[in-house]
């Protein structure tokens, strides 16, 4: 099992920065790559951020820019540094990983309890 939480969200005017992290636990050495996500209301979940073990990253092309991926293993902790926000940043903000820790075949997902992000104009 994988359990993660996250932290860091809270109210922001438009053009600040929030840092938000996501400290896993449990099996951590299992895990292949963990993502940071986004639900507004009334829309659809979006990944915004991904990080793989071996560290290559990918953003949507709504962040690229302004959001940056990073992990610590020290801490087993994935960061999301968040610039330039906007109101329409504005959203329940979610980290996953993807692990295996049943074995190398069986990979499992596995999301945190979010963490609300409010962008004011």
């Known amino acids: 099992q994988v359990q993660l939480v996250e932290s860091g969200g809270g109210l922001v005017q438009s053009g600040g920065s929030l840092r938000l992290s996501c400290a896993a636990s449990?099996?951590?050495?299992?895990?292949?790559?963990t993502g940071w996500h986004r639900q507004a209301p009334g829309k659809q979940r979006e990944l915004l951020a991904a990080i793989t073990a071996s560290g290559t990253v990918r953003y949507a092309d709504s962040v690229k820019g302004r959001f940056t991926i990073s992990r610590d293993n020290s801490k087993n902790t994935v960061y999301l540094q968040m610039n330039n926000l906007r109101p329409e940043d504005t959203a329940v903000y979610y980290c996953?990983?993807?692990?295996?820790?049943?074995?190398?075949?069986?990979?499992?997902?596995?999301w945190g309890q979010g963490t609300q992000v409010t962008v004011s104009s």
């Open positions: 449990g099996s951590v050495s299992t895990i292949k790559g």
């Open positions: 996953n990983a993807i692990a295996s820790p049943a074995g190398p075949t069986h990979e499992f997902d596995y």
